[in-house]
């Protein structure tokens, strides 16, 4: 069993470049996130998708743009990469059923970097 | 969704107990207290969730106080491998959009 699975592992951007990490799960989850991680930071969340069809800012939304394609797959868009921009991107997903609501299952993260 | 307030790190040596308390004095009636440790270059991993009273896996024990405005997340018998950074997260079955948001977390060393 996948799990969570966030393509690529690792990207080197030019400042103004754009791009798309995919994210993709296999547990028939409703709900999706995105968050970065700032090296010695927590996560912070940057947009998520409480079921499909539907997408929802975070609190640092700002640069980025998402779309829920279908139930399995959530990708994060950079229109115009920026430094700032740098960080761990990790996927999750969870399940809104019972107590299962608050159980993230996150993926192994894209390390980005922004020059 | 509740604020928390966790100790930024912690030291401990192997075979101790350790035990973080996490602070969420605006917890909802509906909010749960979940917590996830993250080692180095990998997502968080979810350990414990739980309500009120106590609850334990195989993995730690989650002590939660009657007023629920505190909690306390036990780790019996650390070794190495539990250095890592554990958050605590709380939020409700019914959380407004899913708006999960983690906190600090806690860095915990375990000395040899």
């Known amino acids: 069993n996948a799990g969570v699975t966030q393509t690529p592992k690792f990207q080197v951007l030019k400042t103004g470049q754009s791009m798309t990490l995919q994210c993709a799960q296999d547990?028939?989850?409703?709900?999706m996130y995105w968050y970065r991680q700032d090296p010695g930071m927590g996560l912070r969340l940057i947009y998520y998708s409480a079921s499909e069809g539907t997408t929802d800012k975070g609190e640092v939304p700002n640069g980025y743009n998402v779309s829920r394609l279908n139930k399995r797959e959530f990708s994060l868009r950079l229109e115009s990469a920026a430094p700032s921009q740098t960080s761990v991107y990790f996927c999750?997903?969870?399940?809104?059923?019972?107590?299962?609501?608050?159980?993230?299952?996150f993926g192994s993260g894209t390390q980005l970097s922004v020059l | 969704l509740a604020k928390t307030t966790q100790p930024i790190s912690m030291d401990s040596y192997e075979g101790q107990e350790v035990n973080i308390t996490c602070s969420h004095n605006n917890i909802a009636t509906n909010d749960y207290i979940t917590w996830y440790q993250q080692f180095p270059s990998q997502g968080p991993r979810f350990i414990i969730q739980?309500?009120?009273t106590k609850v334990t896996n195989e993995v730690a024990s989650l002590f939660i106080p009657a007023d629920r405005k505190s909690s306390t997340l036990s780790l019996p018998r650390v070794s190495l491998s539990d250095t890592a950074v554990y958050y605590c997260?709380?939020?409700?079955?019914?959380?407004?959009?899913?708006?999960?948001?983690f906190g600090g977390g806690t860095r915990v060393l375990v000395k040899p």
């Open positions: 547990m028939n989850h409703n709900s």
């Open positions: 739980g309500y009120k």
């Open positions: 999750a997903s969870s399940d809104r059923q019972g107590t299962l609501n608050l159980k993230l299952f």
């Open positions: 997260l709380v939020g409700g079955f019914k959380a407004a959009g899913n708006k999960l948001t």
